[in-house]
């Protein structure tokens, strides 16, 4: 079935660093590959998106790049902010097209 | 304008009670979702409607009803509620098969 790996949180930065997020999937075919943020309290914003293998999705400086030989969607970001600390999740389009399948969330916590 | 709103924000209530929960969106989307989120932050689908019809019923106890008026509308009620259904309920909706959804902020349910 489809399932979404994700790296373990937390994640402890401090501003300026870089940062990777690794995901990885399961998946029937090449789904389409979404990266979503969670800030405290409130509900997820997409973040980018992948539909088709070597795209890369970027948005607000982050970056990801759909990689199908690793089945991989790894999240990078070259210099974190504190605005950036939150909840990121990988997610990928189930084959159907009906629902979203999320990995199980890296929280980022990024310090001054 | 919120494009996706929940009502309640936060709701506590007594094992074996009935509540609800509603969501509204105003995007004009035609698909719209509901998902459970624990407290480890796992997100997981539980009911998909696209046009007022059923898609996606995951497995849930059918002690959680979702009901479509109109496809702006997905509210969710949850009779005889148990402790085990604590958790933060997400509503949601797309128009794409393959785009980005649009959460709503969440609703906080707690059972004591």
């Known amino acids: 079935g489809n399932s979404v790996t994700q790296m373990e949180g937390p994640v402890t930065l401090s501003e300026e660093a870089f940062l990777t997020i690794n995901c990885t999937y399961t998946?029937?075919?090449?789904?389409?590959l979404f990266w979503y943020v969670q800030y405290p309290g409130e509900g997820l914003q997409l973040l980018l998106k992948?539909?088709?293998?070597?795209d890369k999705g970027s948005n607000k400086g982050f970056e990801a790049t759909y990689r199908k030989e690793t089945t991989s969607f790894h999240l990078e970001k070259g210099s974190v902010q504190v605005s950036d600390s939150a909840v990121y999740f990988c997610?990928?389009?189930?084959?159907?097209?009906?629902?979203?399948?999320f990995g199980k969330g890296t929280t980022l916590s990024v310090s001054s | 304008d919120t494009a996706v709103s929940q009502t309640p924000k936060y709701l506590v209530t007594q094992m074996g009670n009935d509540k609800s929960i509603k969501c509204e969106q105003n995007?004009?989307?035609?698909?719209m979702y509901w998902y459970k989120q624990d407290s480890k932050k796992f997100l997981k689908i539980m009911f998909s409607?696209?046009?007022?019809?059923?898609?996606i019923n995951e497995t849930v106890p059918n002690r959680f009803s979702p009901k479509s008026p109109d496809k702006a509308h997905l509210n969710l009620h949850i009779n005889s509620l148990e402790l085990g259904d604590s958790a933060v309920y997400f509503c949601?909706?797309?128009?794409?098969?393959?785009?980005?959804?649009?959460f709503g902020s969440g609703t906080r349910l707690t059972v004591v």
């Open positions: 949601a909706s797309s128009q794409e098969r393959l785009g980005g959804y649009t």
């Open positions: 998946a029937t075919g090449y789904p389409s």
């Open positions: 992948a539909t088709k293998a070597d």
């Open positions: 997610a990928l389009m189930n084959q159907a097209g009906t629902a979203l399948i």
């Open positions: 995007l004009g989307h035609d698909t």
């Open positions: 409607y696209n046009n007022k019809e059923l898609i």
